[in-house]
């Protein structure tokens, strides 16, 4: 069965994922001559970045969810499905959905990355990724709830468990993750639970690596590790997660932690889509790109952002995943439509590193710039300053600030609620 | 097996729940002589004359739910127990609850009222209640997903069931549902879906008295219709819901309309309560209670709020179950709580009506003042203002400042986000 899009003369870009990559190649996409296609599982875009913050109450999902709708309000050249793709058919020129096949001329592959547990099952099962929205808020609702079992349980050894929360990988996302939670032990839970000795809470910060940030300099790893010090957090370079099962956390340098909550940032892979040639998988289950971000072996197949792996020599191992990476990609693959209309000669993708930054605290912040580098209360202005103007929509800049700047007067965070969606019962 | 809960010399008051009555109660009682402990499914207050914003995306749920912990920071004298209550047991003076029993010298009920489906169980499974934060979430998430499914339908019948939204109750609740429905369809669904033809759609609202808004002034009633009317919504009075099967709603009137999307706020009935003796339930489920709030044949139990039936010349129907009500409830319980203490009479009951009032759409509003009534624009503002005014906490008044401000000039509703927080898999 067909999907329900109206076909058109115009050539038909089909797009898989509305991350940084898919959306930015769809907003410059849809005033071209080809007819846009986005299919998304969700029906907005998500601000990755700052996951973190909804996980532990300082803004809302909202604030950092923009709908697709809303960027293409009143546009008829593009058509959004929120559906699941189940296979690519290359040969037919088709995807197939859960909503039905859908025809492309040409097909981007911008599916993102997803969670990497390195085939550990119990980690999967019982640890707290956070790659979407919903996993954040999950995250949420779970250490929230957390406090509350610890005033019902008269189990010492239980209550140890629920004391100690465990942050795997020391990448910007467990950094900030881990950060935050010192805050909120210091600030925030012993104001919420006077019941309740914080002597007794624990945030232990896992690294397999002998520093942090192994994206950044030296200079903003030994930063970053020092922030963290002074915020207590319990930092373990060197270790790996070994298992992970009756609560208890087992690291490589024989290490155990009792611990209910452990957060899972440790690494991830590229998102699956069937129906590619196995082959050009590569490293990071990512797909193989040439320097025009072509999957290897196809004419009309692209990918493009974290799922894509473009290797050169300057990059073996391709360029990280990251959504200055995506963006750049997006608007160079841009381009290159446009050039392919005109049948002039493709542009390769060069990327222009822009820098990068990591917040750990209040004014504790690390920002690696091409040409200086620098760290504390004016690197985190800095940080706010580039994440507020990055987040889609003028509303959601707005609430965040006023959410940054309650937070940071009040030494609060004020989004402590436990609230989930009931899915309805069966209908019909 | 006993609660967690610190024993000390001081009499214990046993809240059960945390509304507008049992949080009145709690925050006034903090800093007595008594220990309090208060008992809610929940972890936050919700401001429950919003809950229709959620649900046609104007607001988020953080921005109308306060953690009550953030209410009661640093207070030694309360303790919160976010826990479901199972059981009174009036002769040992305790309550069961899922955490274990809990011993109290005085028990305020406070569990509020819930949705009154009048024993039909195809309109329960079948349609969307709006009596938490929860469920207006769903409705929200399940009204963004039905245009995303007429996208993909190609069914005729399917789509115009799917066009069609029935609102049943014209009380404040029904009213704002469907007048925001109606600003949606005409100034963000035609956007955001260019493929749709939203003259199709219709929003109906069905009432079965021949008046809106019965407990308002004849001239609130008479204004409000106009006002739907204008809108382009379709109000339906004197007729009933009699069934709700296949997707069809059949009415009294012999009318029957096709509607995925059934919206019930057509009554409420109190929250039932296990232990106490069965005929002190009066109409509408709730418990009565003599001029002191006081529940009938016991000497240390009361009912606040919308549970409370207090019937007396001037409300042989008990008091209606609105905020005031219950605040007003609460702080002359507070009152007499004092009293108590000191071995002085108690003070009866006094209602002092202040007035009510309903908002249909931007400009459109009703108030009834005890010497005045007015419509329109300025109507409308002061709706805005005293519902600012009442929502808990200076963060929550301005993002939902900045929302509405947003809303208003943008003639738009940001927050179309289908978000669900998953639940873990099992852990262990």
């Known amino acids: 069965m067909k999907a329900n899009i109206p076909e058109v003369e115009n050539k038909r870009i089909v797009i898989i994922g509305g991350g940084f990559a898919g959306l930015t190649l769809a907003r410059k996409l849809v005033k071209s001559n080809y007819q846009i296609v986005l299919l998304d599982k969700h029906n907005y875009h998500m601000f ?20 697709y709708r809303k960027v293409f309000q009143s546009k008829n050249n593009i058509h959004i499905r929120k559906t699941e793709v189940l296979k690519v058919e290359p040969e037919n020129n088709r995807v197939l959905t859960k909503i039905g096949e859908v025809n492309y001329d040409y097909l981007v592959v911008a599916v993102g990355a997803t969670t990497n547990y390195f085939g550990n099952e119990d980690i999967q099962l019982r640890s707290y990724p956070m790659k979407s929205v919903a996993e954040a808020l999950t995250l949420r609702n779970s250490i929230l709830q957390n406090f509350e079992n610890i005033l019902i349980s008269d189990n010492a050894a239980e209550q140890e468990a629920m004391m100690n929360f465990v942050v795997v990988g020391g990448g910007p996302t467990g950094v900030e993750t881990a950060g935050a939670l010192a805050e909120m032990k210091r600030f925030v839970l012993p104001k919420d639970y006077p019941e309740i000795d914080f002597n007794r809470m624990n945030i232990y910060l896992v690294e397999a690596a002998p520093r942090l940030l192994g994206g950044m300099s030296e200079a903003s790893s030994k930063r970053s590790y020092q922030y963290l010090m002074k915020l207590g957090v319990k930092v373990w370079l060197n270790a790996a997660v070994k298992a992970y099962d009756n609560d208890v956390v087992e690291l490589s340098n024989g290490a155990s932690i009792p611990a209910k909550t452990m957060v899972w940032a440790a690494g991830v892979r590229g998102n699956t889509l069937e129906g590619l040639n196995p082959e050009i998988i590569g490293r990071g289950n990512r797909i193989v790109v040439d320097s025009f971000n072509a999957v290897k072996g196809y004419s009309n197949i692209f990918a493009i952002g974290d799922v894509a792996l473009m290797q050169n020599e300057k990059f073996p191992n391709g360029y990280p995943q990251v959504a200055q990476v995506a963006i750049q990609q997006a608007a160079n693959l841009v381009t290159n439509f446009k050039n392919m209309e005109q049948d002039k000669t493709l542009n390769p993708f060069h990327y222009r590193d822009l820098g990068s930054m990591a917040t750990v605290g209040r004014n504790l912040a690390v920002v690696d710039l091409p040409f200086v ?12 300053f580039i994440h507020l103007k990055s987040i889609l929509g003028v509303r959601n800049k707005m609430v965040t600030f006023v959410n940054w700047f309650w937070n940071y007067i009040t030494y609060d965070q004020s989004l402590r609620l436990i609230i989930k969606a009931k899915a309805r019962p069966v209908k019909g």
């Open 48 to 67: 990755q970045p700052l996951f973190y913050q909804v996980a532990t109450a300082g803004i809302e999902p909202s604030a950092i969810s923009f709908p």
């Open 373 to 384: 580098k620098f760290y504390g209360w004016f690197a985190w202005l800095v940080w706010m």
